[in-house]
């Protein structure tokens, strides 16, 4: 069965890594199932070591998805350019307020919110959730058109 293990970011405000502006939900990385991840990103491992999650430092969490092919995962990762056609706050640093500003955003986003309350619930409590890929396409959209992925 095809099966990828993707690593999405969980914090809800954005971001800057590697010179792309993520938000949650934004996929980052893609890897087979059954990928072995570090504690940081993989929150089991860190509950299994260290017990409670207060001191957990991931902002981040695991879905894997079956159906879905790892290089096809990757493709949502890939960032588009924002052309620098207006001042931005949200994105311009104090030192630039009065400059256009280029972005580069992640394409594509999760609706973490809109996700069945169980694998919300998964998610939070430990940062892992699996869904078929059918049941994923209606809460990944691609952030300029608002496309879903296709199953």
């Known amino acids: ?3 990828a293990d993707v690593l999405f970011l969980a ?24 990928h072995s991840w570090g ?6 491992l860190w509950l ?5 999650d207060s001191r957990w430092p991931g902002k981040l969490f695991i879905l894997r998805i ?3 092919t790892v290089n096809r995962a990757r493709e949502f990762i890939v960032p588009h350019i924002r052309p620098a056609t207006v001042i931005d706050p949200e994105f311009n640093s104090p030192d630039d307020a009065d400059k256009f500003v280029t972005v580069k955003l992640c394409c594509w986003n999760l609706d973490v919110e809109g996700l069945p309350s169980e694998i919300r619930n998964s998610i939070n409590d430990v940062g892992y959730a699996e869904m078929e890929l059918k049941d994923v396409t209606p809460f990944f959209r691609n952030k300029s058109t608002g496309e879903c992925i296709c199953a």
């Open 39 to 44: 504690e940081e990103e993989d929150k089991r």
């Open 48 to 52: 299994a070591k260290y017990g409670g």
């Open 66 to 68: 079956n159906g879905l």
């Open 11 to 34: 914090v809800n405000k954005g971001s800057i890594d590697n010179g792309v502006y993520s938000w949650g939900g934004d996929p980052i990385q893609a890897n087979p199932g059954n």
């Open 1 to 3: 069965m095809t099966v």
